[in-house]
């Protein structure tokens, strides 16, 4: 079973493998709806996982907000249209779990610990501080979710 784990927004990633945790490969979200079909169209997961994001934020720009938004929006339209079994998951719920309930307040030192981690539990996988999240997420569906 192929299962697909998606950190939506506009420097959000896809990550993908087997339901065991065999994490294939990561890459940064396609630019576009149409790039985002094609991806999804190569990868033809049997499940999904996505992090229950798009929510304005405290902070950012409406600018900033309404691009994340679009971007989420496009996630959840494909998966809905394409008839994929997806799941929402918090963020609070997969990076507690996936960091022993150690999880950083501040977003930088918590991107390093996730791609720390990561780059721990699956070595021969390319992770980025960009991409860490969705193989986080992955992971933690696979292989800890329990």
């Known amino acids: 079973m192929r299962i697909l784990a998606i950190d939506p927004g506009v420097t959000g990633a896809l990550a993908w493998g087997d339901d065991t945790g065999m994490l294939e490969d990561v890459v940064k979200i396609p630019a576009s ?9 190569e990868i033809r997961p049997d499940r999904v996982i996505m992090e229950n994001v798009g929510f304005h ?3 950012n720009s409406g600018s900033s907000s309404a691009k994340f938004g679009r971007v989420v929006g496009y996630c959840e339209a494909l998966l809905v249209a394409l008839h994929y079994p997806h799941d929402k998951v918090t963020p ?11 999880v950083p307040k501040e977003r930088a030192s ?14 021969g996988v390319h992770v980025t501080q960009e991409t860490a999240d969705a193989a986080a997420m992955y992971l933690w569906y696979t292989t800890m979710k329990g």
Do not use: E
Not at 33 to 41: E, P, S, W
Not at 94 to 102: A, H, I, Q, T, V
């Open 92 to 102: 609070q719920k997969w990076m507690s779990r996936f960091l022993s309930g150690k």
């Open 57 to 59: 934020r405290m902070g």
């Open 110 to 123: 918590r991107k390093r610990a996730i791609q720390a981690k990561v780059n721990l539990l699956r070595p």
């Open 33 to 41: 709806i149409l790039d985002f079909y094609n991806v999804m169209a």
